[in-house]
């Protein structure tokens, strides 16, 4: 297909695409009497994207390239045969029991080429993981004592996996496509009418003319883009392309300024009201609104950015990094009264998820209406949302979540597998023996499973995985559910900041023209109370908010103090710079506050003695820091004198 063709036929596809999903929130058929399938609906909007996704789909303003034939063909093979499931579906899911010949053949076209789309969109190891299940489904039976499974013929599988409702046709699939594309249609027009540089104005008038403001504006920043944008990546895009080299010029090393940005942008996924799109499917697989998800997360997103806030304060300090100047810096007043209006589709957004009880996808294109509406009346920075922005904003849409439709449409592919096989439930009966029903060593084997995983797959295909395999073992040895699927999916997201592949260092080190390798080391460095949290809130309820207020607020202050007092410890600095035995000796009493109530019998004391030493180590090193400056201020006492 030449490239004058490719455009034309891409940008159709991709108004299609979003016109569907559109269209099915706002309840058009319905309107209309029309009564159709949710899988009619899901097999549409796969066959456009698989179209997409083979014909090459580039973002809005991109340059356009040749497609091969073999794509062309691939991708209009993928078009055609999800819309005949999608036309056939009544019909078909009464004769799929006996395997028709038509029914085998688009199943298996479909499963074929999601299989080489997730290769093309989220790279070879979650391809992998989908070949070696079903491998295991055709040739289980084989297998000796409890690795056995039951025998599931090739036809079968096909058909299973490409038509079923419970493989990927189902739920994960109908979360991306249903819940979070309207989420990220908000995020784009969001950024179309001058919300990324609002929330960069903001940071920079707040927290620039204090020491590491340039770090600290990248904290603040990625903590409120993230807001909204639910993709570490994107995040990194979005607000590192403005820090990074701001935190560069103010003396930051290059490795440091991308791992700050990284661990920053990471944090996005868990930051409420959005999220990533792995909390929506929380919310899916148990049965709860998004509301229960996005209050449970909120306490833990705020830890980990006060972590990496006290983190990178101790840095400026460490390295002697004043803020910048307030005449080069926005006055708050000024930035807030220029975007105003921003604030007002957010609140919407948050009160029709918690106030209104209105389902997370109506909220969101609420939310982007106001948007729109706003935009084009008002503004940022002297420039209006134009009509023809708007729609290129809502097009463009089109061509950004194709990763995320393929990557849970492969995650659909492993559910399936799984259900068909019923290896899911022999597994979580061998995790629990393997960790002899210890809690806290189960948790440590499915944190580094997670992380393991994450090296190779997006966060949304680690969460499913271990929602399947491991979240079922951590309930049954006695978590919450709500605590053990938030635990998965946090540290399948910490998998973007950890070295080998740390798919958000490395974006940000790409940025920072810095060594990869160091980017990702430095980040798990800056972001090490990220890996704390998560066995913190699993075994301690008051951290997602779970308990007496009183209970709540003594939680979430000992984990604040045991933070602060870690990142003294990592650091080596407070006011003045930490010895090696002092900042051992901080790292006990940093564990001593972090550890839950209820995990051994003398946590609470443990407790009372880390707030106590903690205390004394704060006003010790505070001692040290007055002695320290005393000497350097006498010479100077005397020259003025």
């Not at 066959?47 to 014909?55: D, E, K, N, R, S």
């Not at 990533?276 to 919310?283: D, E, K, S, T, Y």
């Not at 990178?312 to 708050?332: C, N, T």
């Not at 259900?419 to 979580?428: D, S």
């Amino acid at each position: 297909m030449s490239p004058g063709l490719v455009r034309p036929v891409v940008v159709a596809l991709q108004a299609v695409l979003i016109a569907c999903v559109v269209l099915w929130v706002a309840d058009a058929p319905g309107r209309l009497n029309l009564a159709l399938f949710t899988e009619q609906f899901l097999a549409t909007v796969l066959g456009l994207t698989l179209a997409l996704v083979y014909f090459g789909s580039t973002p809005a303003g991109g340059p356009a390239k040749p497609v091969p034939l073999h794509d062309v063909v691939a991708g209009l093979a993928g078009l055609a045969a999800c819309l005949y499931v999608a036309f056939r579906y009544p019909a078909l899911i009464h004769e799929l029991v006996h395997r028709p010949v038509d029914g085998v053949m688009v199943a298996s076209v479909i499963v074929l080429l999601v299989l080489e789309a997730t290769r093309r969109t989220a790279g070879l190891a979650l391809t992998i993981v989908i070949l070696v299940l079903c491998g295991y489904a055709l040739l289980g039976f084989l297998l000796p004592g409890v690795f056995a499974s039951r025998k599931v013929e090739l036809t079968r599988l096909a058909v299973y996996l490409g038509i079923d409702t419970n493989a990927l046709l189902g739920q994960s699939l109908q979360v991306a496509v249903v819940i979070v594309l309207p989420f990220i249609l908000m995020g784009q027009i969001l950024t179309r009418c001058g919300g990324g540089e609002y929330f960069t104005d903001l940071a920079m008038a707040a927290m620039g003319r204090y020491r590491g403001g340039s770090a600290k504006i990248a904290v603040v920043g990625s903590g409120l883009f993230g807001m909204i944008s639910g993709s570490a990546v994107a995040n990194v895009a979005g607000v590192g392309i403005v820090t990074i080299p701001l935190m560069k010029r103010s003396g930051f090393p290059p490795h440091t300024s991308a791992a700050i940005e990284a661990v920053g942008s990471t944090g996005g996924q868990l930051m409420p009201p959005v999220m990533g799109a792995a909390a929506f499917l929380v919310a899916e697989y148990l049965q709860v609104p998004y509301r229960e998800v996005m209050i449970a997360a909120f306490l833990p997103a705020l830890l980990y950015y006060a972590a990496l806030f006290i983190q990178v304060d101790l840095e400026a300090a460490k390295r002697g990094i004043a803020g910048a100047p307030l005449d080069r810096l926005p006055a708050v007043l000024t930035v807030l009264a220029r975007g105003w209006h921003f604030p007002i589709p957010f609140a919407a957004l948050i009160g029709g998820l918690v106030w209104w009880n209105l389902r997370p996808e109506i909220a969101a294109l609420l939310a982007t209406v106001l948007l729109i509406v706003l935009g084009m009346t008002f503004g940022y920075g002297g420039k209006r949302l134009g009509a023809r922005e708007a729609v290129s904003g809502v097009v463009s849409t089109g061509g950004s979540v194709l990763d995320i439709i393929v990557v849970t449409a492969a995650a659909g592919l492993v559910i399936g597998v799984l259900n068909l096989t019923g290896v899911a439930f022999g597994l979580t009966l061998q995790l629990l023996a393997a960790s002899g029903n210890n809690i806290l060593v189960l948790l440590v084997v499915a944190a580094l499973v997670a992380i393991v995983l994450g090296m190779g797959m997006p966060t949304v295909g680690v969460y499913v995985i271990m929602a399947t395999l491991a979240a079922p073992a951590l309930v049954q040895a006695g978590i919450a559910p709500m605590q053990a699927h938030l635990f998965v999916m946090y540290f399948g997201m910490l998998s973007m900041v950890t070295p080998p592949v740390a798919f958000a260092a490395f974006a940000a080190a790409n940025i920072a023209e810095a060594d990869f390798w160091r980017t990702g080391w430095t980040s798990v460095r800056i972001g090490w109370s990220a890996y704390l949290i998560p066995f913190l809130f699993a075994l301690s309820p008051q951290l997602i908010l779970r308990g007496e207020p009183l209970q709540v607020a003594i939680s979430a202050a000992t984990a604040l103090l045991g933070v602060y007092l870690g990142s003294v410890a990592v650091v080596g600095h407070l006011r003045v710079a930490v010895a090696p035995p002092l900042r051992l000796a901080y790292g006990v009493l940093a564990l001593m506050l972090l550890a839950p109530v209820d995990l051994f019998a003398g946590a609470p004391i443990a407790n009372l003695v880390g707030v106590a030493g903690a205390a004394a180590a704060i006003a010790f090193e505070l001692w040290r820091g007055r002695a320290a400056r005393k000497p350097a201020e006498k010479p100077a006492m005397s020259r003025n004198a």
